[in-house]
């Protein structure tokens, strides 16, 4: 297949980054890429989808990767994998002798290796400017599970219609399924086993960069876990924090020791973000430096610096994606900076995956979750149409139309969007701008 065909059907099949900010997968295709990455990171604690898919579908994964490698016109693909998840690098060995062109990088179980553009630099040796893009530096990078639906789209026709999603924690039985787009997470957990909790909280996602979510939460295409812990948990009172009383906490307990700086993983790279200024300058109400704010642009949100670093239990990464965030709806940009040499000693300040699961109190819930990789059936689905970076697809259905599996009902707008498709066959119960519910 050519690139304009690739782009084409991973428009129309709805495929994005799965897991993560749901970037559209035909969004980051370029002729100018040399290297392509597959990347089986995987860093947040207690993750358990990417290496198991990997290992179970290696064969048409990679066969896949070799595909976008050619269609774009690379000389090179990388995986990029933890080398401790032996059993996936072995299912690899069994295939990769037939691909010349793709090598495997392992690297550390560090926290957070899985982001991409710390991963372009443990593969490549490039640093990807701050706030720039990894096709600046001619690297297209994808997750696993992003792969292998390419590879379902080109070879099956196969749009996505379910995700892969690890239920750990609280649970009797932890388990990776596959469920279809728009399963309520009561759903899905009752799919996996009984909450062992008293009083049950929610995760979605990792600890680290995850949100809190409730039964009726759905899974989308960016759902990479649920996680259940007590409404005690340490890391769940973290996240219902007031953020007016961190700011007041940064002005009465920030020490500036620094240490989130110094283990913030990307100032280590040499991109202009130094959290303990901010604090500082939060606790001083002090604007005499704009680019210590400015620079805020340039976190990726990897939670070390509030949820590791600080001895304070203080929450500088909370403070600055508010920041953040307030920049970006003034339309206030922080410039181009270029990234400063790499930090010595940053190999010795990588954040060691199962110290980062201790201290966060996860260290017990780190267990198998086994893969069950059939569909799960469901009675009811409510699938939203913006599950993706971009304009929310446009719904094409109505309440009371007939639907099939893996038919679009929601079509890709103008500009960066991609379709959505139903998830079980069924009838349209409800159609709205925002999303649609399917009665089987
Ligand atoms: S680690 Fe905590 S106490 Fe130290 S400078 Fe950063 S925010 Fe302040
Ligand atoms: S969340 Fe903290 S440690 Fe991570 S990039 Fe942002 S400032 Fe650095």
Known sequence: MDLEQLKQTARQMGIVGAGGAGFPAYAKM?????????NCVECEPLLKLHRQLLAEHAGEIVSMLEEVRLGVGAGEAVIGIKSEYTETIRALEGVLSDHPHIRMEKVKPAYPMGDEVILIYEATG???????????????????????????????SSPVTDKVVSIVGEIDHPATLRLPLGTPVRDAIAMAGKITAKRPALLMGGPMMGNLGREDTVIT?????????????????????????????????????????????????????????????????????????????????????????????????????????ELRKAGIRAGSPEAAPIE?????????????????????????????????????????????????????????????????????????????????????????????????
Request: glycine share 6%.
């Open 30 to 38: 370029t002729d100018k890429a040399d290297t392509v990455i597959l």
């Open 126 to 156: 490039r640093v990807i400017r701050p706030g720039g893009l990894p096709a600046e530096e001619n690297v297209i990078v994808y997750n696993v599970e992003t792969m292998y639906n390419l590879y379902r789209a080109v070879h099956e």
């Open 221 to 325: 295409k960016t759902t990479n876990a649920v996680i259940i812990l007590e409404e005690s948990h340490p890391l769940i009172m973290k996240m219902q924090k007031n953020l007016e009383v961190e700011r007041r906490r940064a002005s009465s307990a920030c020490c500036q020791c620094r240490t989130c700086t110094d283990l913030c993983s990307r100032h280590a790279l040499g991109h202009p973000i130094e959290p303990h200024r901010i604090m500082r300058a939060v606790a001083n109400q002090d604007i005499s430096d704009l680019s210590v704010f400015l620079n805020s642009a340039f976190c990726s949100g990897c939670g070390i610096c509030e949820k590791y670093a600080c001895p304070q239990g203080l929450s500088p990464k909370t403070i600055i994606q508010q920041f953040k965030a």
């Open 344 to 440: 010595e000693g940053r190999e010795y300040k990588k954040v060691p995956v199962h110290r980062l699961a201790a201290r966060l109190g996860l260290a017990g819930y780190d267990m198998p979750a086994p893969l069950d990789d059939a569909v799960k059936e469901i009675a009811m689905v409510r699938i939203p149409l913006a599950q993706h970076i971009g304009a929310p697809a446009r719904a094409v259905v109505e309440a009371g139309d007939p639907v099939r599996r893996g038919q679009m009902i929601g079509e890709p707008q103008e500009g960066l969007s991609v379709g959505i498709h139903a998830s079980i066959d069924g009838t349209v119960i409800k159609a709205t701008e925002k999303e649609i519910t399917i009665r089987s």
